[in-house]
């Protein structure tokens, strides 16, 4: 089942199951309302309230309607911040933090990471499945206590703001890398007061950026989850946000402009434009894994070249200019200095790169921008530089000077050790994930670090004892797209954490697919069919070497 970030609709989809007995029914030490008065140093507790089974909760993802959910159970509500401080800018930060802590609790805690440039406090609830319904269970029904964070600043709106609480130094660090900390220090506190026990085993979740602060914290903090499912993670954070600006430039050479003079991205490959790319790539590399299905699941083996699109002399129709094929081939290729040295990483050529997760990241559709052209401008002028001058102009980027810059704050922001001697140390687990079509964080860059773990940690069979790596084909970012984004990762850690089982398949489902389920496999493994057998049943697939 999948756990939905109510307040982005392709930042953030992660993934959540999970079943036990109750480890401790009910709280012994302390009622609900008294935790108010609870002293905790340097917090404030603001709400401690009693929440009946049932009671009404509107959760929206800021795009669509609130849906009103009538599903949660009885649970103990609590509000509070840490850290609170005048900014070097005048203005005032801290650490916002909700806690939800139901009567029945198995020993479990939950931590909630977030999503883009954070600034919202979402609700500490996870409900199951990509879009919320009222009937929808929650993590709080299988007995979690879970906790969320603002990351450290509050935002109107997360994709429109202007990243101006990079220029506070305490600010930037509680969205870097220590929110996370100083929130689960404090929610530990609260919940051994509530239940009268002290948390037996902690998890973290998250997608996006939520996956960095994941494996921020593991880097940093090595003992403080027992578990940590990191989906789509902006691990390097300032080389993607330099491939987002290249994404960016290239599409706004072909772009025509709209009446204020801005590129009209949306105009720039269409959705017509992408569908006929999307046809070409699975009419090559669909049957690589040995079934001919809509989902590529041997990735490393797709080798397209956009260029096969180009219209001959004479043709107008099923091809593209020689202009929107080059433009394809740079962003696919990744973003070089003006010397020709790579940026970032090249992008896998899959099944969701015509989807409306993708498009809603490289190009908006219609009146609405892109993602990219929202949260990059912002990431850059207000995080990564502090606000410091010249600003950047993210249609005018300069891959010399302008990535440089950007590049001083790698240290800070990256999560790219690989290091994880403490980790390990401790016991814990690291459950990687990512769509094949991701626009935002490239599958490939991905599996290139998660070859540098195996790499500096013994092997890939010893680096399999506390990590593994899941690729999803056609998923965009997060959740979404033709694939099958449905799967229980939180329950597979759960298993690996509490049982020693490491997960070798997970299987998935999705809207995409009705009916269809699929192993997704521990890398390097791909999902093949046998060749007989249900080829819509996961059954009848082996992961295998590609």
């Not at 669509?64 to 005032?92: F, I, R």
Request: aromatic share 10%; glycine share 10%.
């Amino acid at each position: 089942m999948r756990v939905f970030d109510p307040t982005k609709r392709f930042l953030g989809f992660i993934v959540l199951m999970g079943t036990a007995r109750c480890w401790a029914a009910a709280p012994t030490a302390a009622s609900c309302t008294d935790l108010v008065k609870m002293q905790v140093e340097n917090t404030t507790i603001s709400e401690a309230i009693e929440v009946p089974a049932g009671k009404p909760l509107p959760v929206g993802s800021g795009f669509d309607p609130p849906v009103v959910v009538t599903s949660l159970p009885a649970h103990c509500l609590v509000h509070g911040e840490v850290n609170q401080h005048k900014g070097a800018n005048g203005k005032y930060y801290g650490d916002k933090f909700e806690i939800r802590m139901p009567v029945e609790w198995q020993g479990r805690f939950l931590f909630l990471g977030g999503g883009g440039l954070d600034g919202a406090l979402n609700p500490a609830i996870a409900l199951q499945g990509p879009v919320p319904k009222p009937d929808s269970k929650s993590a709080l029904s299988l007995g979690y206590a879970l906790v969320s964070t603002d990351g450290g600043h509050q935002e109107a709106n997360p994709f429109t703001q202007d990243g101006s609480f990079g220029s506070d130094p305490e600010s930037r660090a509680d969205y870097n890398y220590r929110s996370t900390k100083l929130v689960t220090d404090v929610a530990r506190k609260v919940i051994a007061q509530y239940y009268g026990h002290p948390i037996k085993y902690s998890y973290f979740q998250g997608c996006s950026n939520g996956g960095r602060e994941g494996l921020m914290t593991a880097e940093r903090y090595p003992d403080y989850f027992d578990g940590i499912v990191a989906g789509a993670p902006a691990f390097n954070l300032t080389h993607a946000a330099i491939a987002e600006a290249w994404n960016t430039v290239q599409l706004a050479s072909i772009a025509p402009k709209k009446p204020d003079g801005t590129p009209d991205l949306a105009r720039s490959l269409t959705e017509p434009d992408l569908k006929l790319l999307v046809t070409a790539v699975l009419d090559k590399c669909d049957a690589l894994d040995g079934l001919k299905d809509g989902m590529i699941f041997n990735p490393e083996a797709c080798h397209f070249d956009p260029s096969t699109l180009k219209c001959a002399a004479g043709q107008s129709g099923s091809c593209l200019s020689a202009q929107k094929t080059e433009v394809i081939g740079k962003i696919f290729e990744g973003p070089h200095t003006s010397s020709g040295k790579p940026i970032y990483s090249r992008w896998p050529y899959d099944a969701g790169d015509a989807a409306e997760g993708w498009r809603a990241w490289m190009t908006g559709a219609g009146p609405v921008p892109s993602i990219n052209v929202m949260i990059f401008p912002s990431f850059f002028n207000g995080l990564a530089l502090a606000g410091a001058p010249p600003k950047i102009d993210i249609f005018a980027f300069n891959f010399d000077t302008d990535a440089a810059r950007i590049d001083k704050a790698a240290a800070e922001i990256n999560a790219t050790s690989t290091d994880w001697s403490g980790f390990r140390k401790h016991g814990a687990k690291l459950l990687l994930y990512t769509g094949m079509s991701d626009p935002v964080f490239s599958a490939l860059d991905l599996i290139r670090y998660y070859q540098q773990i195996q790499q500096n940690n013994g092997g890939d069979i010893e680096a399999g004892s506390f990590a593994r790596l899941f690729l999803v084909p056609g998923m965009t970012h997060c959740s979404g797209g033709p694939g099958l984004d449905d799967f229980d990762a939180l329950g597979a850690m759960q298993s690996w954490v509490e049982q020693g089982k490491a997960p070798e398949t997970i299987v998935a489902s999705g809207r995409a697919f009705p009916g269809r389920t699929r192993p997704l496999c521990a890398y390097p493994l791909i999902s093949k069919y046998r060749g007989q057998g249900n080829p819509e049943d996961s059954s009848s697939f082996d992961c295998e070497k590609p």
